[in-house]
């Protein structure tokens, strides 16, 4: 028997879009950037300052609001989520002064700290066990194509206007889909009107969720493996959100065209980018036992293609070769990602595993932007871009590195097992 698929057409693709606008008014500010910087006389680093100060939100509403999704309504907090994200999108082309545009991104990222949690309770309400890494990786491939359709779009509107402009129509976008989202959307298929019986029966019966959670946070913070996974995606982080908020920046400076042509060749890099996300995800999923291999070889392509941009790089094709060589990279490893993280706990620590990572490579989201800036001060982008080379670098050493010493161990032990040997899948 064939079972329907709103799951999918509907559920799914709200998640998607929801995620899509959400990544737009978060990332919009960075094709603004090289006007706000001489209407409002910015420094390359309080510049930086500005571009980090969305995430000074984001990271404090992680946590508290996966509590509030569990226990309450996932739905209206999501609902919550984009009026303030439509309303702060709408301000953030308002307000005149510095400081009030601090205020503004920061209240943004308070509200939008708040989605992927409770995007978390739709992934396990929503759909059988065995479909959530394909839902994941739908919502999550809102991240390059919100930056290859709001690019172009964005400097249209702001060649064409002016960037106040721009960030009200763009802001207006989350406070539309909101209606859509409260009309539409449930917080399970029993609290669902439109579901047919076959689809609601099917999930219910495949959406094995494992045991509940029994003192796992204080396990999951015990446990060196979630610190050195959390440290690998602080260092990705900061080079990924860098990456997409200075590329504007650069490509303004690199070719000296108008902010229209910026917005187009702003979007290039992100287009291979979300097509190497997708193929590296189903490449890791037919080798599962190599996962790590499709996280840490992306990741160097991409450190290295930074690297070498900022020491072979001189015309604005052989820069633009380098910086889509470094999106694949930097974007094509989400896909085996958190499949591969989550494997090495058990799944009633995955939640608060999930969590304490995001928490801390979310930072990256602050210290990166603000690391490019100063490192540029006084000099050109490139200057602070090649920095996140090493970022990423780092990180796919610390995945290899892991990798390599959790497999001898696992060898040595499998050759000399011991009665009390667990092993966790």
Same mark, same amino acid.
């Given at each position: ?271 291979? @980018? ?5 193929? *590296? +995800?189903? $490449?890791?999923? !037919?080798?599962?036992?190599?996962? #790590?291999?499709?996280? =840490? ?98 990180? @796919? ?5 892991? *990798? +390599?010493? $959790?497999?001898? !161990?696992?060898?040595?032990?499998? #050759?000399?097992?011991? =009665? ?6």
């Amino acid at each position: 028997m064939s079972i329907p698929k709103a799951r999918w057409y509907r559920i799914g693709l709200l998640l998607f879009l929801t995620y899509l606008v959400a990544f737009v008014d978060r990332s919009n500010i960075g094709m603004a950037a090289p006007i706000m910087v001489k209407s409002l006389g910015l420094s390359a680093t309080t510049t930086g300052v500005l571009l980090s100060s969305f995430f000074w939100g984001y990271v404090i509403t992680q946590i508290p609001s996966g509590l509030l999704a569990s226990k309450y309504s996932a739905k209206t907090i999501i609902v919550a989520s984009l009026f303030f994200l439509g309303l702060t999108g709408i301000l953030t082309g308002i307000v005149k002064s510095y400081d009030m545009l601090l205020t503004v991104r920061f209240i943004m990222g308070l509200a939008e700290g708040v989605l992927w949690p409770a995007f978390a309770v739709y992934f396990i309400n929503w759909y059988a066990s065995h479909e959530r890494a394909r839902a994941i990786n739908f919502s999550e491939m809102s991240l390059p194509i919100s930056s290859i359709i709001m690019a172009p779009l964005a400097g249209w509107m702001i060649e064409n206007w002016n960037y106040h402009v721009m960030f009200i129509l763009q802001g207006s976008l989350p406070i539309i889909l909101a209606f859509f989202f409260m009309g539409f959307a449930s917080d399970s298929p029993e609290k669902d009107r439109f579901i047919s019986k076959e689809e609601r029966e099917y999930i219910q019966k495949n959406r094995y969720t494992g045991v509940k959670e029994n003192g796992s946070f204080l396990e999951v913070i015990g446990n060196y493996r979630a610190w050195i996974f959390s440290l690998v995606y602080f260092l990705w982080i900061t080079g990924l959100y860098s990456f997409g908020l200075w590329m504007p920046s650069l490509m303004k400076e690199l070719s000296s065209k108008g902010i229209g042509t910026v917005g187009w060749l702003t979007a290039i890099p992100f287009v291979l @980018a979300a097509v190497s996300m997708y193929i *590296n +995800a189903s $490449w890791a999923d !037919k080798h599962k036992e190599k996962r #790590a291999f499709f996280i =840490a070889i992306p990741l160097a392509i991409g450190g290295i293609a930074l690297v070498l941009q900022h020491v072979m790089g001189g015309s604005l094709a052989m820069n633009l070769v380098f910086l889509i060589i470094a999106g694949i990279g930097i974007y094509a490893a989400f896909g085996p990602w958190w499949a591969w993280a989550m494997s090495f706990f058990p799944n009633n620590q995955a939640g608060t595993l999930n969590g304490l990572i995001n928490l801390c490579g979310n930072f990256g989201g602050i210290v990166g932007p603000i690391i490019v800036g100063a490192v540029a001060q006084g000099k050109n982008l490139l200057e602070g871009f090649y920095v996140l080379g090493f970022f990423l670098i780092l990180g @796919a050493i610390i995945v290899f590195s892991f *990798n +390599a010493v $959790w497999k001898s !161990k696992n060898s040595k032990q499998n #050759a000399h097992p011991t =009665a009390k040997q667990i092993s966790i899948k």
